[in-house]
């Protein structure tokens, strides 16, 4: 009897950790990816920029992914990196997030159910904290794929639901997979920890973060990835510039001074944006449910050069997938609205495929709109939503 229990025990347990394996390899696709551990960590405090640019440093050099002219200094930084993308979400218990004020270009979309996350493009500027980092998604990652070769996308975790959502799927099949791609899932402390007491009382799903040097620190260190990749290959070997251009003059500023729109009718209190152009510092502050959109590396309320309205094809992945996974056409061309010097423009967005740099074209004069030098917001919207300004 002793013997029979002891056998039934066993082929229990035996049951159990076979279910444990399974899991972690076929929640992947097949892919085998046991979780990396995520310990907790609370750094010393250290907000801010984590620039460190001396003030009397001239601004002569023209950052590639925006314009924004910065030191010779943080040049040198960045000829030595490539290009990051960080999932950074926006759910009413992640904020104030760490590290949009740094990111270069910044698009915000739903991620679902009304809920919206932002793909935050580094290169030229560092953050000593970013987050809180959440799940990767498709059309985010088709969005990314226009910076250069092999760009590096930062995420924990992402849709995997078998369909048109399989954004883990995609990243394998587009050869990202334990190269550029750097999910959380297979990228271990210290480059990613868990930090309780920067958002204290917040649920555990928003409490990831990552800081930008220990990112391409990894990069370089454990794929090889720096400016060039394994090869030799430069990432911007076939990367297009926008055109840019110095701020407008006092005079030639325009008076379109608020800009507010939103996303879903589902937590729509939460999720209405409000752009305020200031005209003085030739900026516009966000606003977020209804208050200003804190950035807490620099305790000071988001604020951008360019607002850009990138209106998108909504459509359910229809996957199965409780909640809905949704996705957005961000290949081909659409309407926009563009946003800059206190002044609007009807546009059309221009996108031939994934690899493919994203214009913009006025629609008066057929021209590429040029991007005033600085930080660039693009805001996807559903066909169709309003826009008040």
Same mark, same amino acid.
């Given at each position: 009897?002793?013997?029979?229990?002891?056998?039934?025990?066993?082929?229990?347990?035996?049951?159990?950790?076979?279910?444990?394996?399974?899991?972690?390899?076929?929640?992947?696709?097949?892919?085998?990816?046991?979780?990396?551990?995520?310990?907790?960590?609370?750094?010393?405090?250290?907000?801010?920029?984590?620039?460190?640019?001396?003030?009397?440093?001239?601004?002569?050099?023209?950052?590639?992914?925006?314009?924004?002219?910065?030191?010779?200094?943080?040049?040198?930084?960045?000829?030595?990196?490539?290009?990051?993308?960080?999932?950074?979400?926006?759910?009413?218990?992640?904020?104030?997030?760490?590290?949009?004020?740094?990111?270069?270009?910044?698009?915000?979309?739903?991620?679902?159910?009304?809920?919206?996350?932002?793909?935050?493009?580094?290169?030229?500027?560092?953050?000593?904290?970013?987050?809180?980092?959440?799940?990767?998604?498709?059309?985010?990652?088709?969005?990314?794929?226009?910076?250069?070769?092999?760009?590096?996308?930062?995420?924990?975790?992402?849709?995997?639901?078998?369909?048109?959502?399989?954004?883990?799927?995609?990243?394998?099949?587009?050869?990202?997979?334990?190269?550029?791609?750097?999910?959380?899932?297979?990228?271990?402390?210290?480059?990613?920890?868990?930090?309780?007491?920067?958002?204290?009382?917040?649920?555990?799903?928003?409490?990831?973060?990552?800081?930008?040097?220990?990112?391409?620190?990894?990069?370089?260190?454990?794929?090889?990835?720096?400016?060039?990749?394994?090869?030799?290959?430069?990432?911007?070997?076939?990367?297009?510039?926008? +055109? %840019?251009? $110095?701020?407008? #003059?006092?005079? @030639?500023?325009?008076? =379109?001074?608020?800009?507010? /729109?939103?996303?879903?009718?589902?937590?729509?209190?939460?999720?209405?944006?409000?752009?305020?152009?200031?005209?003085?510092?030739?900026?516009?502050?966000?606003?977020?449910?209804?208050?200003?959109?804190?950035?807490?590396?620099?305790?000071?309320?988001?604020?951008?050069?360019?607002?850009?309205?990138?209106?998108?094809?909504?459509?359910?992945?229809?996957?199965?997938?409780?909640?809905?996974?949704?996705?957005?056409?961000?290949?081909?061309?659409?309407?926009?609205?563009?946003?800059?010097?206190?002044?609007?423009?009807?546009?059309?967005?221009?996108?031939?495929?994934?690899?493919?740099?994203? +214009? %913009?074209? $006025?629609?008066? #004069?057929?021209? @590429?709109?040029?991007? =005033?030098?600085?930080?660039? /917001?693009?805001?996807?919207?559903?066909?169709?939503?309003?826009?008040?300004?």
């Amino acid at each position: 009897m002793i013997n029979k229990k002891i056998a039934l025990f066993f082929a229990f347990a035996v049951f159990l950790l076979s279910g444990v394996i399974s899991y972690f390899i076929f929640a992947n696709g097949g892919e085998v990816k046991f979780l990396s551990p995520l310990s907790t960590y609370t750094p010393p405090k250290s907000n801010g920029t984590g620039e460190s640019v001396s003030p009397s440093e001239p601004k002569t050099e023209e950052c590639p992914l925006n314009g924004e002219l910065l030191t010779k200094s943080q040049k040198a930084k960045w000829e030595t990196r490539r290009p990051l993308g960080v999932m950074i979400e926006n759910h009413k218990d992640a904020r104030p997030q760490s590290g949009l004020s740094s990111a270069d270009v910044i698009y915000e979309a739903v991620a679902e159910g009304g809920i919206t996350r932002f793909l935050s493009i580094f290169y030229c500027k560092d953050s000593p904290y970013i987050g809180p980092v959440r799940s990767a998604r498709m059309y985010f990652i088709k969005m990314l794929q226009e910076y250069g070769n092999f760009p590096l996308y930062a995420h924990v975790g992402g849709a995997n639901t078998p369909g048109p959502a399989n954004a883990l799927g995609y990243i394998n099949t587009i050869d990202w997979g334990l190269y550029n791609d750097m999910n959380q899932f297979a990228v271990p402390f210290p480059y990613y920890w868990r930090d309780y007491e920067r958002l204290p009382n917040r649920a555990t799903e928003h409490t990831v973060y990552s800081s930008t040097s220990k990112l391409w620190q990894y990069a370089k260190e454990k794929r090889g990835l720096t400016n060039v990749d394994e090869k030799g290959v430069a990432w911007d070997k076939n990367f297009t510039k926008w +055109k %840019f251009k $110095d701020d407008a #003059t006092s005079d @030639e500023r325009g008076a =379109v001074g608020k800009i507010d /729109f939103g996303f879903w009718n589902s937590f729509a209190p939460d999720f209405g944006v409000v752009w305020n152009y200031d005209k003085v510092r030739n900026t516009y502050k966000r606003d977020n449910g209804g208050i200003p959109h804190m950035d807490k590396n620099t305790g000071k309320a988001l604020e951008t050069k360019n607002v850009i309205i990138l209106f998108a094809k909504e459509s359910p992945a229809n996957d199965g997938y409780e909640g809905g996974h949704i996705l957005y056409r961000v290949t081909g061309t659409g309407d926009a609205l563009v946003f800059q010097d206190g002044n609007a423009t009807k546009a059309t967005w221009n996108k031939f495929d994934e690899e493919s740099r994203i +214009k %913009f074209t $006025d629609n008066k #004069t057929g021209k @590429e709109i040029s991007i =005033v030098r600085g930080q660039v /917001f693009i805001e996807v919207l559903p066909i169709g939503n309003k826009v008040t300004y």
